[in-house]
């Protein structure tokens, strides 16, 4: 599944950098960190520690330690946000990661928080994402419940005259249920920790 989800992503990606591309809108103030944006972004990450507690019933909970080895993430995601203020933006953005080892699909909603050190075409920033990762269409939808957690550092920065990427390190954390039932029910849970990178485009 990683292939075909990292050709999706990088479709979806690529044709966000080319309508962007075309906007010569010279009104649009987007690079001086004010108004309106959107960031689209692909990710990796890799696991460094994965917690599985499973509960069985009489006997109680059952903590472990699972093998990060293979333990990958590959994650789409797309966040609308404000600048509150030329250093400050909130947004909330949705995403599709999907991991291996253990193996499962999450659909995160998340609040989306930026620092940014400059109001200028290129600029460090942080971040910090928090949200739950949601099921739809019931138990046939092949996506799992829980929460996530990603803080992080980046950069912006022009590749042309109409076009700023973004590219940022980060720690990442999801606490996921292996079931049906949402994380304060489940009988079976994973907490994976890990780092990551991303590329994508600010507009």
Request: charged letters at 20%; proline letters at 2%; a negative charge.
């Amino acid at each position: 599944m990683n292939r075909n989800f990292f050709i999706t992503s990088t479709t979806v990606l690529f044709f966000c950098l080319f309508s962007y591309a075309q906007d010569t809108d010279s009104d649009k103030d987007t690079y001086r960190n004010q108004g309106f944006f959107n960031i689209s972004k692909i990710s990796f990450g890799k696991s460094n520690k994965i917690k599985q507690e499973v509960f069985i019933s009489g006997e109680g909970n059952f903590f472990s330690d699972l093998d990060t080895a293979g333990s990958d993430t590959w994650s789409f995601q797309t966040i609308n946000g404000f600048f509150l203020s030329p250093s400050f933006s909130l947004g909330i953005g949705i995403g599709l990661e999907n991991h291996d080892n253990p193996d499962f699909n999450v659909l995160p909603l998340f609040l989306d928080a930026r620092a940014y050190f400059s109001d200028d075409g290129e600029s460090l920033y942080t971040f910090l994402d928090i949200g739950p990762t949601i099921k739809l269409d019931g138990n046939e939808s092949g996506l799992n419940k829980g929460v996530i957690f990603n803080l992080g550092i980046g950069y912006k920065f022009q590749v042309a005259d109409n076009l700023f990427l973004v590219s940022d390190a980060f720690f990442s954390h999801k606490t996921v249920s292996l079931t049906d039932e949402g994380i304060g029910k489940s009988d079976n849970i994973v907490k994976v920790n890990g780092l990551g990178l991303s590329l994508g485009v600010i507009f």
